[in-house]
Each structure stands twice: as C-alpha cells, then as structure tokens.
C-alpha cells in the first residue's frame, strides 16, 4: 500500500504506476507519503480497506519483515469469536522529549512528568485489528488525534475502549537462528524481523535467506481451518 508523492506526476508516481499496471499489487492510497505522516497514512489505509474489503481482521505489515501467511492466519482465527481484538507484540518505551533523536515525540507532555513511558501498543511492525476496530477508525478518521509515532497512535485510539490486547510474541521473533530453531522445533513464528533495524536489516539482501531458514511450507496457508 502506498500514496503519492508530494510533487504530482513525480518520476517516483510514474514508475510505481508502471509498475502495478504490471503486477496489479500495488493499493494506491489518497495520501501523500512522508515519515511524519504514517499516523495519517494508517488512518487513510484502514478506512480504505474496510470499505474495499469484507474481513474478519485486517493486518499492517511493515515491507521489510517477513511473514509466514498460514501462521498468522491460524494465529488469527483463534480470536475470530472475539469483538474489538487488538493483536500484536505489545510494547511500552520510553517518551522521548530530546529534540533532535529519532522517535521524538512532540507532545512529551501530555504523558505526564519527564522520563515516563508510553502506555501498552502493538510495535508497529505488525499488527492486526479486528472489523469493530478498523470500522471504528473509518467512521472516527477526522477526530482521531495523531502523534509523533504511528504505533503510538494506533494504541491511543484504543486505550479508552473495550478493547482486549493480546500480546503475542510469535509475531516478534529476531531472524536467524531465532526463528530458525523456533521452526526446527515446530514452533514457526508469525513474523520475523530485527528489533536493531526494527525490520530485517539490509532486507532487499536477506529476506529470501531468512524465508528459507523460517519459513513455513509452501501449502500451510491453504491447510488453515478458519
């Protein structure tokens, strides 16, 4: 999923519109694209998503993790009886209020006195929602507020609801050898990145050696009872 560029008509739109004319793989979002502006690029791709799709949960994925598709598909049928699901590797870091360091947050001052955390969300790797919770970002996408760092964002439109969080940390595992013995003991994991790079680092190189060693067989996505 991908938006526009600020400059219309960009070489950079050009060759992702060539592109998907080829593969058809691309969904193209009313959005420009920006570090800054993920909070707003979530919003507009789960809106976008549940008016394209009919779903029991929608999924974010980060392009440089990898994902084993019958694991989270059996990872998320476990929860499909449940209303306003929130699922992913739950986390709780610092708020950065130094200038000038990466994940700055603006809005230090709203989590209270100096040095606190923020409150439990889904790293933003991964992560799924349930239809409840991706209908209700849709219909709420104007007022919901947006902070520094979209993963923070996320958990914030969700921290005053009902909403069950569910921490699971076979959508978290490091690449080789952690997810490698992982899968020799028949515990394949959900996704797989580096925490260091927060994807797989030097991906584009990596990611079909990291398949090969965690992967799930070719035909587990098809043996999913749901």
């Known amino acids: 999923m991908i938006g526009h560029s600020a400059t219309s008509n960009s070489i950079l739109d050009k060759a992702i519109d060539s592109e998907d004319a080829q593969h058809k793989d691309f969904l193209r979002l009313e959005h420009i694209e920006g570090y800054h502006e993920l909070s707003a ?12 799709w009919d ?11 990898h994902v084993n598709l019958g694991m989270l598909a059996t990872t998320l049928s476990r929860h499909r009886s ?26 230090y001052w709203k989590f209270g006195e100096e040095g606190n955390k923020y409150f439990r969300h889904a790293t933003g ?5 349930s239809k409840d919770l991706a209908t209700y970002i849709s219909i709420n996408q104007p007022i919901l507020h947006k902070f520094a760092n979209e993963d923070v964002s996320l958990g914030s439109w969700f921290i005053g609801l009902e909403v069950e969080h569910i921490d699971d940390r076979n959508m978290c595992c490091q690449t080789p050898p952690d997810c ?47």
């Open 41 to 52: 690029k979530t919003k507009i791709f789960f809106s976008t998503a549940v008016a394209k």
């Open 55 to 65: 779903a029991d949960f929608y999924v974010k994925v980060d392009d440089d993790v």
């Open 82 to 107: 449940k209303p306003r699901v929130y699922i992913g590797c739950m986390k709780s870091g610092p708020v950065l209020s130094q200038k000038n360091v990466k994940y700055h947050e603006p809005e």
């Open 125 to 129: 790797q991964i992560y799924a929602i």
């Open 180 to 226: 490698e013995w992982k899968a020799q003991a028949g515990n394949v994991c959900v996704a797989s990145f580096d925490w260091s790079c927060s994807g797989i680092c030097k991906s584009v190189e990596r990611i079909r050696s990291v398949h090969e060693k965690c992967g799930e067989e070719d035909a587990a996505i098809w043996g999913v009872r749901v």
